[in-house]
């Protein structure tokens, strides 16, 4: 008998995502059947599937896959997504808590923005100018002019491809300063190996890296699906209390057969 699925698509920012309630733990992990649930021809389509389970110690917890079937790390904006999806399943009103692989993480939500507390970051590291950082998923960052015109996807690739990252992968992310406390971000994403809309643990990183040889302590982020908001703390050459804030929308919502 062919079994069939509900699922609830997602997107923040112009990240997109396959929501799944499993809490009933029903849904079958299979790296084959993700990969074309994620497929935008063949299936739902989606930047990544993201399953919501149970969780002894929090509200939630988050699982997330890469749109190629594997599963990965931490995703911000399908963080920020997931929180919402939780929140039209009532399971929380205004706060939460909520599991992901790489820790715990608090949340809120406010007429349909999302403010999403990331893990803190205790090492910047300085590649000749570039900068490698992890903020839930491994981030390298460099500063570009014209990032309007740049050609990410062949640049991205190049570095993600490169022999230092050739085995686990790297997102790649270029950012340009372009006004008083704001800046722009396009990112490749590994496991999707494209260019993304947006990338929430991107932009965070991103965003840290622009607060290094300044004093401000939130910057306004523009991607290509939108606009975002870091919030940071400075200690010595350490981050805590970052928080990532944006808007997390329902898109449509279905069933289909696996």
């Known amino acids: 008998m062919q079994k069939t699925v509900e699922f609830h698509k997602y997107q923040g920012t112009g990240n997109d995502f396959v929501m799944i ?34 969780d002894e110690n929090a509200d939630f917890k988050m699982v997330y896959y890469n749109s190629d079937g594997n599963e990965s790390t931490m995703c911000g904006n399908g963080g920020r997504c997931i929180v919402a999806f939780a929140n039209f399943l009532d399971i929380f009103e205004m706060k939460t808590t909520f599991e992901a692989i790489d820790g715990l993480h608090e949340a809120e939500i406010h007429n349909g923005t999302v403010k999403l507390k990331m893990i803190d970051v205790d090492s910047i ?9 992890n903020t839930g998923s491994p981030h390298y960052v460099t500063f570009v002019e014209k990032l309007k015109d740049y050609k990410v996807y062949e640049n991205g690739n190049k570095i993600r491809n490169s022999a230092s990252y050739s085995t ?45 040889d300044k004093n401000e302590t939130s910057v306004n982020v523009k991607v290509l699906g939108g606009k975002l908001k870091v919030y940071a703390d400075k200690v010595g050459e350490n981050y805590t209390n970052i928080w990532l804030e944006g808007p ?3 898109v449509f919502k279905g069933k289909i057969n696996l």
């Open 125 to 133: 590291k300085n590649i000749g100018g570039d900068f490698e950082l």
């Open 168 to 212: 686990e992968g790297i997102n790649v992310n270029f950012v340009e300063e372009v006004g008083e406390n704001e800046i722009f971000i396009r990112t490749y994403e590994r496991g999707v190996e494209d260019e993304t809309f947006s990338c929430g643990t991107g932009v965070t990183a991103a965003a840290l890296v622009y607060f290094k």
């Open 21 to 54: 309630d499993n809490r009933d733990l029903d849904f079958p992990k299979d790296k084959d059947l993700i990969e074309k649930l994620c497929d935008r021809r063949f299936g739902i389509g989606g930047d990544g599937l993201i399953l919501l389970e149970n």
């Open 248 to 250: 997390a929308t329902q």
